[in-house]
Every structure is written in C-alpha cells, then in structure tokens.
C-alpha cells in the first residue's frame, strides 16, 4: 500500500516569500491534497546572519493569505517537530556522531588558505576543484587532541569513489551524477551548524517526507542528499525538481525571473491588487499543463485536478498579462462583499473615501467598484479610473460643433437632468436608470441625442460606460458642477 502522502515546503527565511517558492510551496500543498496526505511548514534558520523572524512571519503570512494552511509545522505544530532547524541541533548532532563513528565522515581542520592553495593547484594542473581528502585518514586521537586545544574543525561526509548516483525524479525522469566529481562535501560547518545538504536529509527523514517537489536550482544538491540518505540507511523520499521561473526582459529575451521584471515577492502582488485565488491559479500553471481549454482553476480545483504527470520540464514564463487577465477574471466573478474587501484601502488611500467611511460613502464605493469591476485588471487601477472619469474634462470642437445642431433638444436634456439632480441632494446611486427614463418620458427625447448630450457634458467623451454607471462614478454633486457649466458654455454659443 502506498504510504500516506507527508509533503513539505522548508523556506530559508532570509528574505519575503517569493513567487518562485509560492509555486514549490503550491505544488507541495496540492499534491498533498489531492492524496488526502500532510502538509508541513518548517524552516531552513541555519544561516544565522541572513534568517530573520521578519522573513519567517512574512513567509508564513503569504502562505496563509494564498489559502495554503499547513496541517503541521511551525506555529501548529505536531508529532515531528521542533519545525525550525536550530531547534533541532540534537538531532543533527547524533546523526552526525554515528557518521563519524562508523568512519562516514570526518573532522577536517584544513584551514582556508590550504583549502584555496589547494584548489588553485587542482586548477592549475586542469583537474576540476574538490576537497583532497587530505584530513580523512586522521585519527581519533589527534582528532580529539586538536578539538581539546581550541581547534574548531569542520565535518566532512565520506563520499563513496566511484559510483554513480541516479535521482529518479518525478518530473525529469532519471539524472545521472558520478559521485567523483563530487569531492567530500562539509555537513556541519565549524560553528556546530550543519549545513542545508546534511540538515534537510534528516529533517526529511524524521519527518516522514515521502515527496520532496523543489526548484531546479537544487537538483545537483540532491545527489549529495542521497549518499547521505544511503550513508544513514534512510529510505529515500519521492524527489520532483520543477522548471525555472523566466521573465521576458524589455528586448523580449527570457532570463531567470528576478527583480528587473518586476515585482518577485508575494506581498508586493497582493499590494498591486491581486487576488489570492488569482495567483493560485497563476502559479499553478507555471509547469503545469492540465490540459484541455480550461484555465481557471479555483484553489478546490486545483487540489482536485493537480498531477505531477502533466509538470513540464521545461522552463515556465512569468506573463504578467496572463496574470492580470486572470485576476481580472476572479475579479468580475468575486462577491460584493469581497470587492469592497479589496477595493476600499485603494480608494481609501486616493482619498476618494474617508479613512472611516460614512454609509453613503460606502454605498457609493461600492457600486463604483461594482460599475468598474469589469474594466479593471487589479484593484490597484481603481483610483486611476475613477480620476480619470472625475478628473478635468474636455470638450472638443467638432462635437460641440455637432451638439449645436439641435442646440434646443441639447439644452432641454440637459436642463432637465440639472433640475432634477438640484432637486435629488441625497439621489441613491441605484436611481439614475430611472432618472433617465423620467426625462425621456418628460421631454419626449430618447435614444441618441439623450444619451449623446448627456455623456458629452459629464464626461468630454462620446464613448465609455453605461450612463447610469458613469453617474455612479462622477457622483451627484460633480455631475451638478459640469452640467451647470456645460450649459452656461452651450448657451453663449452661437
Ligand atoms: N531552504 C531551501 C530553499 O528555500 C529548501 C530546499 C528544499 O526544499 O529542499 O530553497
């Protein structure tokens, strides 16, 4: 029987989560969901002066605002932990003890200098650099004489000679390494902190792990990890290393996704205005290719629908239009209710709404949000838009020159939408429909030179949203202001 599916994404918090490991820490969670299996959260704090509790409280906040809340790990807990590397040190340590006392690994006190001039040599005579090997044979004794004098030395694992190592790996199929181009790598450095190569083996080992899905980047550390995982007598888990992110470069040429294409780290998206659901769904197909015409997957889908049979090797392109076409998706189908979650802050920050909202005014950003959802691509557009629609207007000649052709029905439009807006202070902003069909009705005009005499003296323009919906937008006492003066101007015309 298959044994129960233990899936887990292990940050370096070192830095805010970034695209790249939402999409490993995704495809974790979705694996593991689709197998009914365990979702662990732990993390890689070895590296003292990069790690940081900032990093490790934005990196689980993302994950959280992304919808993937982890069944153990950090904060939750569970039968495994510690889930933090440097609360685990015990653990590394008699693993390490055992290595060395079954002669796997060994302490090593070359010093930088000799490592280096070691190194050039190897270069020099055209060989490819790596550790001679030279503290291997050194015994237990001196070992412990030097350890005794202050000496700090470094542990170094045993790499057996001449094998060849295969990672069988679940989206690349089998790689090959031969294990003498490796050279005996350090597993605990000389402050008594093991090393990423050492620590995740027995983190993934204690753990259960029975899937390891990572980016490719460390797919030349994993032949490390399984003579270490074979040194241990551990059983290997499942690995799966998925694709590069690329990013297009101005000339269009793709290049490892990084700062200069935009933003990398999760909360800058949800800044932007991003749905959570959105980017799900956008990283969800950056490597997998589910096939068939559908592209939006809700996060439930996706836990469904996800294979790591139909992961491409191949290297994935951040598009930034397909993630705005898709948010703007989510967009469009969200309820009210989160809409006004999403938008308000934005129109709160332009200074379109009160920092406390007054009911009218939340009235009123709600239905704006509700008459622009459908032109916007992310939340962070919405200010822009409705300044655009509020900001200065224009009238241009030529349709001036037109209106004045039938200046009389123009005025009587205009006239009357005036009076009844100075009559309406407080109008909802779910009446202008029948506003308009209470002129029509009163001055017998309708269709075009209603609608056209009215667009062009609230907004400049001849083209743009419904009426009823542009009026939501400009608001009542602004509509006001520019048919007074629209009128004054089309009056003194001639
Ligand atoms: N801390 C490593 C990283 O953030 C984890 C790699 C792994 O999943 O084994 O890249």
Redesign the pocket.
């Known amino acids: 029987m298959e044994k129960n599916f233990r899936l ?5 918090p ?1 830095g805010p989560l970034h695209i790249g ?1 939402a999409r ?1 820490a995704l495809f974790n969670y979705l694996l593991a969901k689709k197998n009914g299996g365990t979702f662990i959260v732990r993390m ?1 704090d070895t590296d003292l002066e990069r790690s940081s509790k900032e990093s490790e409280e934005n990196i689980k906040a993302s994950l959280r605002w992304l919808g993937m809340d982890w069944d153990e790990g950090i904060d939750v807990g569970g039968d495994y932990g510690p889930y933090r590397q440097m609360e685990r040190l015990d653990i590394y340590n008699e693993a390490v003890q055992k290595l060395i006392d079954e002669g796997k690994a060994y302490y090593c006190f070359c010093s930088e200098e000799e490592l280096a001039k070691e190194k050039e040599e190897q270069q020099a005579r055209g060989e490819l650099p790596k550790y001679s090997g030279k503290c291997r044979h050194l015994s237990k004794e001196e070992c412990e004489r030097r350890i005794a004098a202050g000496e700090k030395p470094v542990v170094r694992f045993h790499v057996p000679e001449g094998e060849t190592v295969v990672v069988d790996d679940l989206v690349r199929g089998e790689v090959h390494f031969e294990t003498d181009g490796i050279g005996d790598f350090i597993i605990v450095k000389s402050d008594g902190i093991p090393v ?1 190569n050492f620590a ?1 083996v027995m983190d ?1 080992h204690t753990m259960g792990i029975t899937h ?4 490719e ?2 797919l030349s ?1 994993t032949p490390r ?1 399984i003579v270490l995982y074979d040194a241990l007598g551990y059983e290997q888990p499942r690995f799966a290393h998925i694709s590069l992110i690329l990013g297009r470069d101005n000339e269009g040429k793709l290049t490892k996704m990084s700062k200069r294409h935009g933003s990398t780290s999760v909360v800058a998206y949800k800044e932007q205005g991003y749905l959570p659901e959105a980017i799900d769904n956008f990283l969800a197909l950056l490597g997998w290719a589910p096939g068939g015409e559908k592209e939006l997957f809700t996060l439930e889908e996706l836990k469904q629908n996800f294979s790591l049979e139909h992961v491409s090797k191949s290297p994935a392109v951040f598009d930034i239009e397909k993630l705005k076409w898709i948010n703007g998706m989510y967009i469009r189908n969200a309820s009210g209710e989160r809409l006004l979650e999403y938008g308000l802050p934005y129109l709160k920050k332009a200074g379109f709404v009160s920092e406390e909202p007054s009911t009218e005014e939340m009235i009123w950003a709600m239905s704006v949000i509700d008459v622009l959802k459908t032109h916007i691509s992310s939340f962070a557009e919405l200010p822009e838009l409705i300044r655009h629609y509020r900001g200065e207007i224009f009238y241009r000649d030529e349709v001036l020159a037109e209106m004045k052709e039938h200046k009389e029905e123009v005025l009587t439009v205009l006239k009357a939408m005036k009076e009844k807006l100075e009559r309406n202070p407080k109008i909802a902003v779910d009446s202008y429909k029948k506003l308009l069909k209470e002129i029509s009705k009163e001055t017998g005009i309708k269709g075009r030179p209603l609608y056209h005499s009215l667009r062009v003296a609230k907004t400049g323009e001849e083209q743009g949203p419904d009426l009823d919906k542009l009026s939501v937008i400009i608001g009542r006492d602004l509509m006001l202001e520019r048919l007074k003066k629209f009128i004054k101007m089309f009056q003194r015309m001639d």
């Open positions: 887990r994404f292990a940050p370096s070192t490991g490993s890689e990423y995740v993934d390891v899905i990572r980016g980047e460390h550390n990890q």
